[in-house]
């Protein structure tokens, strides 16, 4: 089965691994079962995961699902039975074929997501207790506007691309304020009667 302790820097490299385990046939086949890729909040990674069912808590609460495959026999494996054997194309071999079909299936899958994965992540992140202290920080600390991602991202582990979404969403917020030193750098801080 999926190895969980593997922890990806970005939503892709999670991904493939996913692909490659369907490829390798390293998930379960019960009538709910399921593949994820996770974020982990504790750990600012994407994790893969397989369950025998699709509402498995056993995730953690630190976990969100980003994204998910069911893998029961008529959604994953019949599905895939019958198109080889109708759409068996001359110059593919079997294996060939399911692993493009697979890959359709990963596709339709990301299309059923509403946002993009790692938007999903950093609102979540804004709600994690690394990143509401960080802003907490803001308000005696000021930094400038462009050390943000990398503040992020060294401090904290959170991987670069979620750390900028994260960024964005702090500047956005209504109780930051941006100001612009003398030298023209603009610097970033919590507003003081935000506690």
Same mark, same amino acid.
């Given at each position: ?106 596709? #339709?899958? $990301? ?5 993009? %994965?790692?938007? @999903? *992540?950093?609102?979540? /992140? ?23 991602? #990398?503040? $992020? ?5 959170? %991987?670069?691309? @979620? *750390?900028?979404?994260? /960024? ?28």
């Amino acid at each position: 089965m999926i190895n969980r302790n593997i922890i990806f820097q970005n939503f892709d490299a999670a991904l493939d691994e996913l692909k490659q385990s369907l490829y390798n046939g390293e998930y379960y086949k019960t009538p709910n079962s399921c593949v994820y890729v996770l974020y982990d909040l504790e750990i600012h990674g994407f994790r893969t995961f397989a369950s025998s069912l699709c509402e498995d808590t056993s995730t953690g609460e630190a976990t969100i699902k980003v994204f998910e495959i069911k893998t029961n026999q008529d959604e994953f494996d019949g599905y895939i039975d019958k198109r080889i054997n109708q759409d068996l194309l001359e110059n593919l071999s079997k294996v060939e074929c399911r692993k493009l079909l697979i890959d359709y299936l990963v596709h #339709l899958g $990301l299309e059923k997501i509403q946002k993009n %994965p790692l938007e @999903i *992540a950093a609102k979540h /992140e804004m709600q994690s207790k690394d990143v509401k202290g960080f802003i907490n920080k803001l308000q005696y600390t000021p930094q400038k506007v462009d050390d943000l991602p #990398l503040l $992020l991202a060294g401090w904290y582990n959170i %991987p670069p691309a @979620i *750390a900028r979404l994260v /960024e964005k969403n702090i500047i956005e917020d209504k109780n930051m304020e941006i100001y612009t030193d003398t030298t023209g750098q603009k610097w970033i801080k919590l507003q003081s009667t935000v506690l």
